[in-house]
């Protein structure tokens, strides 16, 4: 029933700068925290960003000082605004979110969803 559905990926040159948007949509009754993922070839998926509802963030130290999350809740949308981009953020960049969903009258169901994944290319 919900989706997020992820945009801004390409191919940039080093220490350009990329923004990606994930916006959800569907039974959304709240969103608390989304986040960006990221998964190079050969590696494991890792933590890029997350924000919370507050809205607080946390940064993998790789990536700190350089990427900025953000939401907008009234478009259920997380960006991750991307600066200074070097050859090692070359990866395929995935958003998530945990959302919940009603299900009925006073029923409520938290799910943790994950978008498609979109190509960040970093290289000159």
């Known amino acids: 029933q919900v989706q997020l559905v992820e945009s801004g990926g390409g191919l940039v040159q080093p220490g350009g700068s990329l923004r990606l948007s994930c916006a959800a949509s569907?039974?959304?009754?709240?969103?608390?925290?989304m986040g960006w993922y990221r998964q190079a070839p050969g590696k494991q998926r890792e933590l890029v960003a997350t924000i919370t509802s507050a809205p607080s963030t946390d940064y993998a130290d790789s990536v700190k000082g350089r990427f900025t999350i953000s939401r907008d809740n009234a478009k259920n949308t997380v960006y991750l605004q991307m600066n200074s981009l070097q050859p090692e953020d070359t990866a395929v960049y995935y958003c998530n979110a945990n959302i919940i969903s009603r299900r009925g009258f006073g029923s409520y169901l938290p799910y943790n969803y994950w978008g498609q994944g979109t190509q960040v290319t970093v290289s000159s």
């Open positions: 569907g039974n959304i009754f709240s969103i608390n925290a």
